[in-house]
């Protein structure tokens, strides 16, 4: 159990992306026509859409295992392509095991019993907010089906359809 969540953090850390953006504004461009007006919407509409879903997605495949706390979509880029709605961006999941006396856990009951130098860290750390970090893609058809990928390089980007599922190691 401690190795498998050990090795569901690292996973989720290396496919995690971090970023911050550098927004500027040029004053020339404060006037938008109609297009633009219309665009901005629907990127909000496909955002909402996208923050939904994964929040969703979120909730069914982990609230089983963990509180959660926190969802947030940043680094998000929107285009169309061939009639669809493709969309890339970080997602930060806050999560922390549900309230309960850590002792009672199994790895940390086993530590305790066995004397493991390490038993004061994972107690203390049992209850403690935690981070999930995700560079994922969606592509909405024009059904308004929503799929889902992740990047699956260490380096690079390599998009693999997936469900959020798929980072829960059994």
């Known amino acids: 159990m401690k190795k498998s969540l050990i090795i569901l953090l690292i996973i ?7 970023a911050c953006s550098n927004v500027t504004t ?27 879903f994964m929040e969703a997605e979120c909730r069914n495949a982990f609230s089983p295992y963990y509180e959660l706390l926190e969802f947030e979509i940043f680094d998000y880029k929107e285009e169309v392509q061939d009639e669809n709605i493709e969309a890339t961006f970080s997602y930060r999941m806050i999560h922390k095991n549900y309230d309960r ?3 009672t856990v199994g790895y940390i009951k086993e530590a305790k019993e066995s004397g493991n130098p390490n038993y004061k860290r994972m107690y ?3 209850l403690q907010p935690k981070e ?9 058809d024009k059904n308004s089906s929503i799929t889902l990928y992740s990047n ?4 690079g980007i390599e998009w693999e359809e997936t469900k959020m599922t798929d980072f829960i190691l059994k």
């Open 101 to 103: 006396d850590p002792d």
């Open 152 to 155: 699956i390089a260490p380096k």
């Open 132 to 140: 999930m970090n995700f560079h994922l893609k969606v592509i909405i």
């Open 12 to 18: 989720l850390m290396a496919f995690g992306v971090m």
């Open 124 to 126: 203390d750390e049992y």
């Open 26 to 52: 040029d004053n020339k461009n404060d006037i938008k026509d109609n297009k633009e007006i219309e665009k901005e919407i629907d990127e909000i509409s496909n955002y909402d859409k996208i923050s939904e």
